[in-house]
């Protein structure tokens, strides 16, 4: 027991030592923590910055907003309120602005777009001391919509920089007049979208693991030279471009393509089947490309499997069922629940194969996601969809990781 | 031995796994209920195969196994209850030590209180009692062993295969390894059937050995007649050590042969072989049996069982000496001797006079070695 303790020297000789291994290591991980900073952390944290901050509107009528943001909603605003929108709108109209304006506003009412536009020509020629006089009348005489409130609530709407609205969108919720939050009335999109988007992740897992588990028990335990051999047939699609590959299946199952023609050259159908262009397309397809995602963990873990343990359990008494039941798969868990992992969370953001043998049916949230950021301009729309996808994901993630408990898995 | 007595039985068993090379050769071997026989061998022998083939995880090319006279050969692994440990111990890593040990009596449908009395009986046995909870993870590697030797003994199979069970194991836990696996089998009178190449282990461990060498049994036989009777110049090399002469034979009585050596000296040797006259033969000598005698104390009339050698070198083991010599021809000689009250003090360069008994040296045809 004597002098098991270190004198203060040591100690501080062993602290530095170990500083010295930290800074070490932390200069060798600086360049990824650079690089993941710009390429994950920042698009992330914008994208969920995004689908809550929308400064938009505020900064194109900042006064109109700050009058309705003290309007009780009772009656029309009054006539102070209305010649700010008055004037605000002209500024706009004279900046060539107005039309961003008119669509942020038509998201929240439609039609809107037309009457802020066709307001903004109006206003464009008058002057401003008029306005300030009698804007009201102004803004009234140039489309009747002004004298309803709906459009007020929908500027007070759009005018909000930090909202959930975009969140209540995309889970098909709004917020009605009195501030409660309701189902939507009008349509049903989002939720439906996820919905099928979690039925085919489903379906593609299973099938991949239904085609990759037997795959990968052979590969493991075939000669090396087949092994190989057959690597490469598992390999190859890997390999190719997947536009390459989703092509091919596009000539494959197309109306006139390979599979229909060889059917009706067959007579086994009198018309071509609808292949492409739909949810099935979409699942087998998807299904090809992610099935090496399957089966290269399911391989890596079931190669380090000694066969050992098999032929124990069978030594033991266990019948051939039982073993694979209670040794065998058991033991290839950590494999199974990676590649599972994988193959869900890769197949619920992919987005070139869907949108390409997808057709209207096959689209999956991801797709309408591109939607919003391509087509319709509403990134903050898109932002929310995303960011529940990540939360998705992650609440996933951690019910796998429970489920799975990797810490039991601990080879010898 | 009687063959009521016969247990185990092994006939004319041969194993090919390519279809063109026999891995094991022509195997006969007969072994009595409660015995403790070793295969012993260099690796790739065959002795493993041997262990696969009772285990029932290869299949016998041809010849035939059987267990008190019933053949077993076209019985699944699973229903020849036969208990095996493995060298790497196949603790089924994601279950506890006392599911593990619980695993092969589910298998058999035991009544749940009858598993956890006798898993609790073994883990007494193994003095493992508070690891019951633990994974073969979180255990030694020398407690995995016993949890692996309990586990195939826990079902009370009347055979135990055991593929070099203690090669994983450093050389202290394996001496206490072996005195708990003999200790067992005396206890539980189990037959054992042990794969190994450590000689050391098989010597202390066996009631017979069996050595092996290319697919075929040299000598199966108990320890001490392996050791001081060798049948060959192979188990005479491979068990303990060994001086090996070359020599010629010059004629043989019986079972003693007169060899001529080096230039022109003349040694007596039993033999169980068939000398020719002329043919080439060595013998072997222990290097304990041989005692070193200075010049002027030789005794001149032990002229067929002495020779005289330079003495070069000594190494210095503790319990024991190593003295090297030449002989005229260069070959080397060792001998061992006890770290008694005086070690012999030689001078480098020092001629001596090399002298055993007459039964400890032994003749062999040269061509049994390959």
Redesign the interface.
Known sequence: MKRSTLSSDEKAAARAELRHHQWLAFSLVLPLLCFLLFSFIAPISTLLLRSVYHPNVQQLIPHTIALLNEWDGHDLPNNNLMIQMAIELKKLAKQREAGELAQEINRNLAGSASQIKITARQLRQIDDAILMHKGQTYLQDAHPAWRDKAIWFAIKKAGQVFTDQYYLTALDLEKNAQGKIQSRQDINLYIALFLKTLKMAFIVTGLTLILGYPLAYYLASAPARTANVLFIFVLLPFWTSILVRTTAWIALLQTNGVINASLLWLDIIKQPLPLLYNQFSTIIVMTHILLPLMILPLYAVMKSIDPCYVRAAGSLGAKPVRIFLTVYFPMTLSGLSAGILLVFILFIGYFITPALVGGTDGQLISNIIAFHMQKSNNWALASALGALLLLFIIVLYWLFDRLTDPNKLKLV | MANENVFLQFNAIKKSYDHKQLVVKDFNLSVAAGEFVTLLGPSGSGKTSVLMLV???EGVTSGDILINGVSIKCL???Q?????V?Q???????MTVSQNLA??LK??KWPKKRIQSQINTFLEMIELTAFAKR???QLSGGQ?QRVALA??LI?EPSLV?MDEPLGALDKKLREQMQFEITRLHKQLQFTVLYVTHDQEEALTMSDRIAVFSEGIVQQCAKPYILYEHPDNAFVADFIGENNMIKGICHHQHEQHADIGILQNERIHAQTTARLKPNQACVISIRPEKISIKRLIEATPESIHHSLTATFYIKHYVGGYIRYYFQLSDGSTIMVKSLNVHHPLQLEPQEKVQLIWSIDHAHAFIIDSTT
């Open positions: 285990a029932g995880f699944a692994p699973h020849r209850n036969i208990g095996m493995f790497n111990y196949a603790l089924f890593p994601h695993y092969p298998v058999r994974y073969p993870s995995k586990r195939a079902f295969l």
